[in-house]
Each structure stands twice: as structure tokens, then as C-alpha cells.
Nanobody
Framework: QVQLVESGGGSVEPGGSLRLSCKAS????????IGWFRQAPGKEREAVSC???????TAYADSVKDRFTISHDYKNTVYLQMNSLNVQDTAVYYC?????????????????WGQGIQVTVSS
């Protein structure tokens, strides 16, 4: 079992920034993929950005490229720096982990999830 705890969400005006954090604990393998996904009301959960814990790969959704940056501290914490936020970024953001490191950003392969954290962008 792996536990994931997200923090850092909130409300911001368009053009603003937020930084999300996700701390993993429990039985964490040596190699894994970890990422951020989001789900807006009435929509399916979608991948935002994912990375391997060994820096062997990183992926971003087209909608967030050049605005969001994923990083980790090599201590099982992953961050998502979100800049130039717009109203379309409003969603519940989830941290997930793929303990088999099989797909980088395919949410169907992700095994454990955080509770989710709300990000609201509005004027």
C-alpha cells in the first residue's frame, strides 16, 4: 500500500500561480512513475503531468505545456508548479502513483491515488 497526500490547492485569479505538493509514503518501490491528474465537473479524469522517480521520462498534457512544471525532491515528494492559470484549469487535482512504472502517464495503470485537492481559477 502507498499513501499519497496532496496539498497546496486553492483559489486564484486568471494569470496567477499555485504550487501543488504530493507526499508519498508506505511501501514505495525503487522505481515508479508519479503524476498529476485532474477532473473537472462533468468530465473524465485526465493526465496533466507525470514523471519517473529516476528522471527517465516526463510528460505533459498539451494544454499545460510551457505553463506547468513537474518536479520531485528524490524523497518521494512530487510538485506541480502551475503558472499562467486560466479558468479551464479549474478542477480537482489528484496525485497518483504507478508502482510498476509501466506507462508514465496512462491513468489506467496507476495503482494508488490521493484524496484530491481543489484548484479554482476565477475572477
Amino acid at each position: 500500500q502507498v499513501q499519497l497526500v496532496e496539498s497546496g490547492g486553492g483559489s486564484v485569479e486568471p494569470g496567477g500561480s499555485l504550487r501543488l505538493s504530493c507526499k508519498a509514503s508506505g511501501h514505495i518501490p525503487d522505481y515508479y512513475d508519479i503524476g498529476w491528474f485532474r477532473q473537472a465537473p462533468g468530465k473524465e479524469r485526465e493526465a496533466v503531468s507525470c514523471t519517473s522517480n529516476t528522471d527517465s521520462g516526463t510528460a505533459y498534457a498539451d494544454s499545460v505545456k510551457d505553463r506547468f512544471t513537474i518536479s520531485h525532491d528524490y524523497k518521494n515528494t512530487v510538485y506541480l508548479q502551475m503558472n499562467s492559470l486560466n479558468v479551464q484549469d479549474t478542477a480537482v487535482y489528484y496525485c497518483g502513483i504507478d508502482i510498476d512504472a509501466s506507462s508514465l502517464c496512462d491513468l489506467r495503470e496507476y495503482d494508488f491515488w490521493g484524496q484530491g485537492i481543489q484548484v479554482t481559477v476565477s475572477s
